[in-house]
């Protein structure tokens, strides 16, 4: 059977080693950085109004069946998404616990701070821009180094068990979702369709770039991302 290996310096390390692992201070930085531009990624997305992220699909069907705002529906999918990382065995650090608690609140700020263009081309502006934002912000807060957030802890699981490029294993899993997000009522549109077969591709470029090398190989991954 044919494998591929997995992306090159991500590291599996346990939440004490991965605060050890050097360059602390930067990767903070780049952490929060990063989640703050995936909060506003999604208002972008959402604001844009020509369809929403899958997964915020889901997110934006599960808030039509409970009494429950946007942001507080991702905290509590984040919690459940972090149960599929235990046949995994992916590790999760203090990025696992800042996205979980953080991206919400981040994504209801910038939507508070945001309003849904007239103009369609700025609209489509706007789902241009949140493709690349999220795609650069997924990037900086898994290359960071402290443990990626659940949904992207279960891609990167997914292609470190399997051997699959990030390209293939986020694709999959955005199709997935949008699936179940469309069964609950989420509405979509042309950008749910861009940004699923597009944002796996632009993160794996942003990825060659932004993952911080750590001070110690235990538990790197070697390869290159393909």
């Known amino acids: 059977m044919k494998t591929t290996t997995p992306p090159s310096g991500l590291a599996n390390l346990g939440p004490l080693a991965q605060l050890k692992a050097g360059r602390l201070p930067e990767r903070l930085l780049r952490l929060l950085l990063g989640l703050w531009l995936y909060g506003l990624a999604i208002a ?3 604001e844009g109004a020509v369809g929403a992220s899958p997964w915020d699909v889901f997110h934006l069907g599960v808030a039509l069946h409970m009494p429950l ?27 696992t616990v800042a996205n979980t608690l953080l991206l919400g609140p981040f994504a209801d700020l910038n939507l508070a701070l945001l309003g849904t263009p007239d103009s369609l081309p700025v609209r489509c502006a706007y789902l241009l821009a949140g493709v690349v934002v999220c795609a650069l912000a997924t990037a900086l807060y898994i290359g960071a180094q402290l443990g990626p957030g659940p949904r992207d802890g279960l891609m990167t699981g997914l292609a470190r068990r399997t051997g699959w490029s990030i390209r293939r294993v986020r694709t999959i899993i955005e199709v997935t979702v949008l699936a179940v997000g469309v069964s609950l009522g989420g509405t979509v549109g042309v950008g749910t369709v861009v940004f699923a077969l597009g944002v796996g591709p632009v993160t794996q470029f942003f990825l060659r770039y932004l993952v911080v090398r750590l001070d110690t190989p235990v538990g790197a991954l070697p390869g290159e991302v393909r």
């Open 44 to 46: 972008l997305m959402i």
């Open 69 to 95: 705002s946007f942001g507080v529906v991702m905290i509590l999918t984040a919690v459940a998404v972090l149960l599929a990382w235990i046949p995994l065995r992916q590790m999760p650090g203090l990025g």
